[in-house]
């Protein structure tokens, strides 16, 4: 089983950018499928990105997509998440999650997600 630490929230203002980072560790990173959650105060947690074992195929939620680009550097062991034209509602706790290749429905069935990161908070002011 994997460790992930995400790094790289703070804060920003309306119109900004950050990149998050989600380190792993442990067993062979490209064994995974990853995907980035957030949850704001009062909200349940809710899917933002999602990026296949190898990089090549990625999937956005509807609320982020064309400012959100998921990438990932298997060399590295690591998964990126660089957030552009944030708005003060991008603000949460944004999580990285693993889910193993192999199982479930396909790359982002994420009811087999077997890891997830402790987070990393995102602030945008207006």
């Known amino acids: 089983q994997v460790e992930l630490v995400e790094s790289g929230g703070g804060l920003v203002q309306a119109g900004g950018s950050l990149r998050l980072s989600c380190a792993a560790s442990g067993r062979t990173f490209s064994s995974y499928h990853m995907a980035w959650f957030r949850q704001s105060p009062g909200k349940e947690r809710e899917f933002v990105a999602g990026?296949?074992?190898?990089?090549?195929?990625?999937y956005y939620a509807d609320s982020v997509k064309g400012r959100f680009t998921g990438s990932r550097d298997n060399a590295k062991n690591t998964v990126y998440l660089q957030m552009n034209n944030l708005k003060p509602e991008d603000t949460a706790v944004y999580y990285c999650?693993?889910?193993?290749?192999?199982?479930?429905?396909?790359?982002?069935?994420?009811?087999?997600?077997?890891?997830w990161g402790q987070g990393t908070l995102v602030t945008v002011s207006s």
């Open positions: 999650a693993a889910k193993p290749r192999g199982v479930g429905a396909g790359p982002w069935d994420y009811r087999y997600i077997e890891v």
């Open positions: 990026i296949s074992w190898n990089g090549g195929n990625t």
